[in-house]
């Protein structure tokens, strides 16, 4: 029997086991972090396994796809990841475990008998039973065979549900289940059981569509003499509309949310937030949410993506995040989408940043916000700002640039002073000339105040808009 690893003090070990059949879902990356904050609260121990012992589904891209995901989440395993497929020989000494013990049997059933099994179950009400339940194995024979468990056919089995409560099922419904199929290969019930015993798994945190195997898995675990893992089984995530989260409901894999521009501690926020929370609190630290969670606490009900609140979580988390890191994440978007950028973007985007990400909810968004500083000159002008450019309105924005081209000091406070005296010495408000000097600034982009896109673009780069927006106009 393979060691079981030391766990941690308190002893909590949990598991994220993905099957690399695809790309990994929003409600399994979920899954995972619900695992890695119980392991973090009680001071424990977090695992991944990878379960691919569907061979002709699992692919290398799909595990790659799995572990990006997760390490743009940041949860990371505290162990080397395991590969289900890698223990087959385990699984199958399990089985030969359960044969000598009377609790698993070998059925030669055939492909029609077993339809007739099936039928004769359903009309009586009962899980299907092989004639080879009690009879003893043809001897030397080449036929093919299943390994089927040998359940009890009277009684209960209660799943003692962290989140559900206890939750009973009769055993006369629970199939006799098969271990190990007709070419050697050990089934996902017996497998999962297998593994999660010799991981010294503690407690295993799940989706509800995992429910019904809990009982027959249970049944396995004490077949075996291993202690059956507390159990959790959390509810899925629906769609914004009740329904359960599809394609039409718009992204649902992880990579998706990063290209769509949200940061990673807003996802581990948001997703602990769906079907799990701490009173009010919207916005918390990962510090926080491992002291305050407790996997007791996730609600029955199955929770709702919603747009709107992870937008505004996101948002929240743009405004906090490291300017430098912000504008990396700017220009990966830019190059992404093919939009050209200035040799000194990152200088650019270093002024702007700060000025305008109050306003953005993405990183799409926040690129948005910093177009206008990285637009190359001359910066084509709109129709709306050449209309506005009268020979008044060209001759006071003359006069503007002179008095800004003498200015000693670029900072914010000392630009919206210059803006503000410039009016009042002209005897006039800033919609005489605010207009006109903004459309110079932005090309017809989005842009913050005037004295923000001013000190976003630097002095140079602001005189240069203007001579150029002026001698176009003239």
């Known amino acids: 029997m393979s060691e079981r690893p030391t766990s941690s003090p308190k002893g909590v070990v949990t598991r994220f086991a993905p099957s690399p059949t695809g790309y990994l879902h929003i409600g399994g990356a979920r899954t995972a972090l619900f695992n890695w904050l119980y392991a973090r609260h009680c001071g424990g121990t977090f695992l991944?396994?990878?379960?691919?012992?569907?061979?002709?589904?699992?692919?290398?891209?799909?595990?790659?796809?799995?572990?990006?995901?997760?390490?743009?989440?940041?949860?990371?395993?505290d162990a080397e990841p395991v590969f289900q497929f890698s223990r087959a020989d385990r699984h199958r000494?399990?089985?030969?475990?359960?044969?000598?013990?009377?609790?698993?049997?070998?059925?030669?059933?055939?492909?029609?008998?077993?339809?007739?099994?099936?039928?004769?179950?359903?009309?009586?009400?009962?899980?299907?039973?092989?004639?080879?339940?009690?009879?003893?194995?043809?001897?030397?024979?080449?036929e093919p065979y299943v390994v089927r468990f040998k359940g009890p056919l009277e009684g209960e089995t209660v799943v003692d549900d962290l989140v559900k409560g206890p939750v009973r099922f009769q055993n006369r419904e629970l199939d006799d289940l098969v271990l190990l199929r007709s070419d050697g290969a050990p089934t996902y019930n017996l497998a999962v059981v297998v593994d999660d015993h010799d991981m010294g798994v503690t407690h295993v945190i799940r989706?509800?569509?995992?429910?019904?195997?809990?009982?027959?898995?249970?049944?396995?675990?004490?077949?075996?003499?291993?202690?059956?893992?507390?159990?959790?089984h959390i509810p899925l995530i629906?769609?914004?509309d009740g329904a359960k989260l599809s394609k039409r409901h718009?992204?649902?894999?992880?990579?998706?949310?990063?290209?769509?521009?949200?940061?990673?501690?807003?996802?581990?926020?948001?997703?602990?937030?769906?079907?799990?929370?701490?009173?009010?609190?919207?916005?918390?630290?990962?510090?926080?949410?491992?002291?305050?969670?407790?996997?007791?606490?996730?609600?029955?009900?199955?929770?709702?993506?919603?747009?709107?609140?992870?937008?505004?979580?996101n948002g929240q988390y743009i405004r906090a995040a490291d300017d430098a890191r912000l504008a990396g994440l700017v220009l990966g978007d830019l190059r992404r989408q093919d939009r050209p950028v200035p040799t000194d973007a990152e200088a650019r985007l270093a002024r702007t940043i700060p000025l305008v990400k109050e306003g953005a909810k993405t990183?799409?968004?926040?690129?948005?916000?910093?177009?206008?500083?990285?637009?190359?000159?001359?910066?084509?002008?709109?129709?709306?700002?050449?209309?506005?450019?009268?020979?008044?309105?060209?001759?006071?924005?003359?006069?503007?640039?002179?008095?800004?081209?003498?200015?000693?000091?670029?900072?914010?406070?000392?630009?919206?002073?210059?803006?503000?005296e410039?009016?009042?010495?002209?005897?006039?408000?800033l919609g005489k000339f605010g207009p006109a000097l903004r459309g110079v600034l932005s090309g017809g982009a989005t842009a913050p105040d005037l004295a923000s896109a001013l000190a976003a673009l630097g002095q140079d780069e602001s005189l240069g808009r203007l001579d150029d927006a002026l001698s176009q106009a003239a």
């Open 250 to 313: 718009g992204a649902q894999a992880v990579g998706d949310f990063a290209d769509m521009g949200y940061l990673p501690e807003a996802m581990r926020n948001y997703l602990a937030r769906l079907g799990w929370g701490h009173g009010d609190d919207e916005v918390f630290s990962d510090a926080q949410a491992i002291e305050w969670f407790d996997v007791a606490d996730v609600v029955r009900a199955p929770a709702r993506l919603d747009w709107d609140k992870l937008n505004f979580i």
């Open 422 to 429: 410039f009016a009042e010495a002209e005897g006039v408000g």
């Open 363 to 420: 990183i799409p968004a926040l690129a948005d916000l910093t177009d206008f500083a990285l637009k190359a000159r001359p910066v084509p002008l709109s129709d709306k700002t050449v209309g506005l450019l009268t020979e008044e309105t060209r001759a006071r924005l003359g006069r503007l640039r002179q008095r800004l081209a003498s200015a000693g000091d670029w900072s914010l406070p000392a630009l919206e002073a210059q803006l503000r």
């Open 93 to 142: 000494e399990a089985v030969q475990q359960l044969l000598q013990a009377g609790r698993a049997y070998r059925c030669y059933m055939t492909v029609e008998e077993l339809e007739v099994e099936r039928e004769k179950a359903r009309a009586e009400g009962r899980a299907i039973r092989s004639v080879w339940r009690d009879r003893e194995p043809v001897a030397d024979s080449n």
């Open 207 to 232: 989706g509800d569509d995992h429910l019904n195997n809990a009982a027959r898995q249970t049944l396995i675990y004490q077949a075996l003499g291993f202690e059956v893992p507390a159990f959790a």
């Open 48 to 77: 991944i396994r990878v379960e691919d012992t569907d061979r002709e589904r699992s692919t290398e891209a799909a595990v790659k796809a799995i572990f990006d995901g997760l390490d743009w989440l940041g949860l990371k395993s």
């Open 238 to 240: 629906h769609g914004p």
